[in-house]
Structures are given as C-alpha cells and as structure tokens.
C-alpha cells in the first residue's frame, strides 16, 4: 500500500464548478501536510499547507482529519487555469516529504 | 529571482555512461533534496542533504551517489546509467530540515529530463 493514496482522475469540470480531491496517508507519525500544484512538464509548487482547523485561501479550502488520516482539498468556482495536477504530501520528521501520485484537474469552458 | 536551478534539462545517456546532474539554489537554504518522478509513481525521494556537511539516503537511494559540494549546490551522479532511471529528476531546497520549522515548504527546480538507451 503507497504511503499517500490519491484519486488519479482525470476530474473533468466545467468553469465555475466546485470540485473536491481526498487524500489518504498510512503513517499516524506524518507531522505536516500540503497540497502541491503541478502543472504539465513543470515543477510541483507549493499551493497551501493544511492544518487540523482547516485553512482556506481564496477559492481553495483544505481539511484535516487526523482520526481519519484524510486530507481534502475543495476548490469553488474552477477557471481554466485550474487545470493542474494536484499533490498531497506529507512530511514526517526530518522535512522528508512523501508525495501521492497526484490527482489530475481538467477544467473545461 | 532564480531560486532553484538544475542542469542541465535534458540529456541522454547509453547503458553504462555515467554523469552529474547539478543544482544550486540561491535562497541560502539548509536543506536540498533530489527526487525522480515516474508516470503514476509521484516523486520519490532519492537522498537529501539536511545541512552542510551531511548526507542520507532516500527512498530509492540504489545506483545514485550524492555531493552536498556547499550550501548552495548538490549534486547527483549516476556512475553507470541504467534504462530503469530514465526519469524527470527534480532537485528541492528548503530553509530547515528541523521539526521546529515543519511547515518550511520545498521550492523545487524545473527538472531534468533524463533518458537512458
């Protein structure tokens, strides 16, 4: 079983859509947790870290649930620069990060 | 702003070659990490370099040796290339490497593209 479990899509939505990805992790001794954003042939960059409250930044809103080890990432009202593949990732001690596979995002006009 | 800089972005290498791929960054961050990416399979962790001076082994660590030349470059090198590494090799820096500073994130380069025939 890989450490960060992802949905890999593709998600097709139309514009002005809400969509959600989860994320599972296997390790209880995971210490951080982060979406990245990745777009096609370029680096992942960083979109948001997530915290157990839950944090939102503009359209974007991240859950935790430690109980559960899920994480959420909910995105209103898509635009076409949605379209991205989208990482969780978990660190553990050590700022050694464990990246799932991605989940892909199509945002369609 | 540069940031993270690998080089070079592409290559390809027969079976058996060896070579050096580079990556500095200018941000004077303690840690640097080197990744591969596979179709599918995420980035994983090759080694990483928490500070000047120290160097651990990753994920997939086999068939790669690593320098942390200064605090600015870290370098990894395939002594002899195998078709199994063909990949998109990312290098990654952040400030700490430390629980304290946990939600330091990682600023990656934008990879190099490596084919092995």
């Known amino acids: 079983r890989k450490e960060v479990e992802q949905d890999p899509g593709p998600f097709n939505v139309p514009e002005g859509a809400t969509v959600a990805f989860n994320c599972t992790y296997s390790?209880?001794?995971?210490?951080?947790f982060f979406w990245y954003r990745q777009d096609c042939r370029k680096e992942p960059k960083l979109l948001m870290s997530?915290?157990?409250s839950g944090n939102e930044d503009g359209r974007f809103t991240a859950q935790l649930n430690r109980a559960s080890q899920y994480i959420s990432l909910l995105i209103r009202d898509s635009k076409l620069s949605d379209s991205a593949t989208y990482l969780c990732?978990?660190?553990?001690?050590?700022?050694?990060?464990?990246f799932g596979g991605g989940t892909r995002l199509m945002v369609k006009p | 702003n540069a940031g993270v800089t690998q080089t070079p972005k592409f290559q390809v290498l027969k079976t058996g070659q060896s070579m050096t791929l580079q990556c500095a960054q200018d941000?004077?961050?303690?840690?640097m990490y080197w990744y591969r990416q596979d179709p599918g399979m995420g980035l994983r962790l090759i080694y990483y370099?928490?500070?000047?001076?120290?160097?651990d082994k990753g994920e997939v660590p086999n068939g790669y040796n690593v320098s942390r030349l200064n605090k600015r470059e870290f370098s990894l090198r395939l002594e002899s290339a195998a078709p199994s590494q063909t990949s998109v090799y990312f290098c990654?820096?952040?400030?700490?490497?430390?629980?304290?500073?946990?939600?330091?994130?990682?600023?990656f380069g934008d990879g190099t593209r490596l084919s092995i025939l």
């Open positions: 370099s928490a500070s000047e001076g120290t160097t």
């Open positions: 990654a820096s952040s400030e700490r490497g430390s629980a304290q500073y946990s939600n330091q994130p990682q600023h």
């Open positions: 941000m004077n961050h303690n840690s």
């Open positions: 990732v978990v660190k553990r001690a050590g700022n050694m990060l464990t």
């Open positions: 390790n209880s001794a995971s210490q951080s």
């Open positions: 997530v915290y157990s």
